[in-house]
């Protein structure tokens, strides 16, 4: 292994696998693994076993815009920069979501293909049941699929990768990819 992909769930890491697939790269024989780290509090412990105090692997990441904050002070502890914004993580390779992967899925496959994958699953009556909850009436369509998403994103995130159109793939999966 020469390098490595910090994620932070299961979800994250079917879709970089995908999506790399879908590129026509083998990350395992490129030496590179893609690593769930079990929440993006974890990142320290990462970085210290895979990071230049470690065993000194090329490293790259994604995270959720709602933890930017852990995967900065982490890379910071770190000792790969300080004061670090979003362009400054991502010159180290780490990449943020906008708010979620989920989120940057459904919007690039888009409101149709994704309501699609969800009759292929065999999942419209829940969605629909899901629509009618009180909380998510007033939502849009593209933030009901988002957060129907949440409880299905390890089963999900393949198969909106799978869907993606190549030339409209979310920045930060590209990003990370690209860096290893």
């Known amino acids: 292994m020469n390098a490595v992909i910090l994620v932070e769930g299961v979800s994250d890491q ?46 790259a990441g994604l995270c959720d ?21 979003r362009a400054e ?18 919007r690039a496959v888009g409101v149709d ?13 829940p969605f629909t049941t899901f629509q009618k909850q009180p909380a998510k009436r007033a939502l849009g369509l593209e933030e009901q699929l988002w957060r129907f998403m949440w409880n299905r ?6 198969l909106l990768v799978d869907a993606l159109d190549l030339d409209r793939v979310p920045r930060p999966l590209d990003g990370v990819l690209a860096h290893v």
């Open 113 to 125: 293909a994704v309501l699609q994958i969800i009759d292929d699953q065999g999942e419209r009556g």
């Open 14 to 59: 079917r879709a970089l696998e995908g999506l790399a697939r879908r590129r026509g790269r083998e990350l395992e024989s490129e030496g590179v693994s893609v690593v769930p780290i079990g929440g993006a509090h974890a990142i320290g412990q990462y970085l210290e076993r895979f990071g230049p105090s470690g065993l000194d692997l090329r490293l």
């Open 65 to 85: 815009a709602g933890e930017e904050t852990a995967f900065a002070r982490g890379l910071e502890r770190a000792g790969l920069g300080t004061d670090l914004g």
């Open 153 to 158: 994103k390890i089963r999900y995130a393949t």
């Open 89 to 106: 993580m991502e010159a180290l390779g780490f990449y943020v979501c906008d708010s979620d992967l989920e989120h940057e899925l459904v």
